[in-house]
């Protein structure tokens, strides 16, 4: 790193960080005498080769279970791959592809009995419908445009508008009424359920997208819609977000959300510690995402194992990221015959659904 990143990123904001002197890079590392940052006064026992980090046992049964592991031994050996990305670590497949009548699936969510909801706001349709062989039947269809969309764990659906109220749509009844949910006077823009059932509302304030005016803010609220944090500006007191389009959190309580940057949907993912702290920024990798091809991130995702999923929309790619941002690896859809990538959805099982446009 530069001397500008330590001090500005990597000892004031990240203050847990841990700075290695360049000349020091290649000697015998102890790896008790590291610190776990995940989990406070642990010893680290070994090298996460896919995430780039050390760690310790805590680590391996909650987040890299099934990762490439180093002991200190091989480590110190010089065993360590150093490649900028890992394909074959990550495996890909179609199990069942679905057709529907939708144009453009935008937002799509997976209830607990296996049905989804799916908007397109080009055609200003959300429906309920269930998976058969090869196709979408609807139970449910609004017409209504949304701005974002999320499933509660009671499998209703909470949705944005364009009002500064949340709705709330009745999986059962079809019905959409006024949530508690509220962040007037500003215009929420994605929304997310956490684990523990907080909601998390990335919000503006009312106008044009772009360039950017008036506040861009990611909002936490308990379930009675009590406003309990604020993310806004960093330590700095820059400005956090352009516009925070899609918002999901780790299970270890890190929010990722995707910051759209234009109005060709160029962006990147900032990736915020539960206290604000930012932990990543990913703007794309070198090798796919250039000048010509700029990183247009959309649907994001955490997985069972807390790595973050994204959608490449415009290069028809899938980056999978870190908890806290990292690269771990990306995948060329287009060779699946999957084109412009846009939502993304997790079931209970933890496969993965992808909402294509065009």
């Known amino acids: 790193m530069c001397s500008e990143c330590l001090d500005r990123v990597h000892l004031r904001i990240a203050k847990d960080h841990q700075i290695t002197d360049i000349k020091d890079i290649g000697k015998h590392v102890t790896f008790s005498e590291i610190k776990c940052e995940t989990h406070k006064g642990q010893a680290c026992c070994l090298f996460c080769q896919t995430c780039k980090t050390f760690i310790c046992l805590k680590c391996v049964a909650k987040v890299h279970n099934g990762h490439d592991l180093i002991e200190?031994?091989?480590?110190?050996?010089?065993?360590?791959?150093?490649?900028?990305?890992?394909?074959?670590?990550?495996?890909?497949?179609i199990s069942k592809e679905y057709t529907t009548d939708l144009t453009y699936i935008h937002y799509i969510a997976v209830c607990s009995d296996g049905s989804m909801w799916m908007g397109d706001n080009v055609r200003s349709k959300l429906q309920h419908v269930k998976l058969r062989e090869d196709r979408t039947e609807v139970i449910t269809s609004l017409n209504t445009k949304i701005y974002g969309m999320a499933?509660?764990?009671?499998?209703?659906?909470?949705?944005?508008?364009?009002e500064t109220k949340l709705k709330l749509i009745n999986t059962m009844t079809g019905q959409m009424?006024?949530?508690?949910?509220?962040?007037?006077?500003?215009?929420?823009?994605?929304?997310?359920?956490?684990?523990?059932?907080?909601?998390?509302?990335?919000a503006c304030a009312g106008g044009e997208t772009f360039p950017v005016t008036g506040r861009r803010v990611v909002v936490v609220m308990d379930q009675e819609g009590k406003q309990l944090k604020e993310y806004e500006h960093d330590n700095h007191n820059e400005r956090l977000f352009t516009y925070p389009a899609r918002i999901i959190s780790t299970?270890?309580?890190?929010?990722?959300?995707?910051?759209?940057?234009?109005?060709?949907?160029?962006?990147?993912?900032?990736?915020?510690?539960?206290?604000?702290?930012?932990?990543?920024?990913?703007?794309?990798h070198p090798d796919v995402n250039t000048g010509k091809k700029p990183f247009?991130?959309?649907?994001?995702?955490?997985?069972?194992?807390?790595?973050i999923v994204v959608t490449d929309m415009n290069n028809h790619l899938l980056h999978i990221l870190t908890d806290q941002g990292q690269i771990i690896t990306y995948y060329n859809l287009r060779d699946m015959g999957i084109i412009f990538p846009y939502s993304l959805a997790l079931s209970l099982s933890g496969t993965i659904y992808i909402g294509c446009v065009k």
């Open 72 to 93: 200190e031994e091989d480590y110190n050996k010089g065993k360590v791959e150093k490649k900028p990305k890992q394909q074959g670590k990550i495996k890909f497949e």
């Open 151 to 162: 499933k509660t764990h009671s499998n209703n659906i909470l949705v944005t508008t364009g």
């Open 177 to 202: 009424t006024d949530s508690r949910y509220d962040v007037k006077p500003l215009i929420p823009s994605s929304i997310h359920v956490t684990s523990d059932h907080r909601v998390i509302i990335g």
């Open 251 to 284: 299970f270890n309580g890190n929010i990722c959300v995707v910051d759209e940057l234009d109005d060709d949907v160029r962006g990147r993912v900032v990736v915020l510690s539960p206290g604000g702290d930012i932990l990543g920024t990913y703007t794309g």
């Open 296 to 307: 247009t991130p959309v649907g994001i995702l955490a997985t069972h194992s807390d790595n």
